[in-house]
């Protein structure tokens, strides 16, 4: 039988294979090279703050927050984001990207940066950074670089280095 609705979970350890598949149908193999993943390599995604969409059994979407610093404040890094094709256009992104922005506000966190399309990502309140206020690992489309603060003052002062969090 198809189940058509999904469910937002926290995300186990037993979704990995799944969502590694995910990310090479979504990215290829060249996602390895971009900022964002390198940001990632050797942190481990904050398990508290990434989600899953699941059908039944069936893995519709995934989203995962690792820790990162922006100059010196700590923040988060969101991505990669993802839907299984055959979901796309129904609603699992925003709700995968809902949860997560509300986890991480309720664990007390001020800032969130991705790289993305700014027309998706805008409405969550994330926004442009100025030129060269902050620099990532690799380049990056500056239009992309979006950064959403969840808390009151969090953009104050803001720019430099993104580097890893352990
Ligand atoms: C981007 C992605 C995660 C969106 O997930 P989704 O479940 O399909 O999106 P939702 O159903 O929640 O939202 C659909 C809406 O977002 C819009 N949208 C989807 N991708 C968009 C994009 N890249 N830019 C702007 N709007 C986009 C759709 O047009 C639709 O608009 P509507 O609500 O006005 O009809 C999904 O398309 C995907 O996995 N893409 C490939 C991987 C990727 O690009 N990830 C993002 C990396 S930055």
Known sequence: MKIDSFTVLAEQAADDPAIEALHET??????????????REGVPHDPELSFVAKSGLDLVGS????????????????????????????????????????????????????????PYYGPFGFQ???????????????????????????MEGLGGVVTRRA
């Not at 979504?26 to 940001?39: D, K, N, Q, V, Y």
């Not at 950074?129 to 500056?142: R, S």
Request: hydrophobic share 50%.
């Open 26 to 39: 979504a990215f290829g193999p060249g996602r390895f090279a971009r900022a964002a993943s390198i940001l």
């Open 128 to 154: 442009r950074v100025a030129p060269y206020q902050v620099t990532l690992p690799a380049p990056a489309d500056p239009a992309r670089i979006l950064v959403c603060p969840l808390v009151q003052g969090a």
């Open 63 to 118: 989203v995962r927050l690792t820790p990162i610093r922006i100059g010196a404040k700590p923040a988060l890094l969101l991505g990669p984001l993802a839907v299984v094709n055959s979901w796309k256009g129904r609603g699992a992104g925003k709700s995968l990207m809902r949860t997560a922005l509300a986890a991480a506000t309720e664990a007390g966190h001020q800032l969130v940066l991705l790289v993305g399309d700014e």
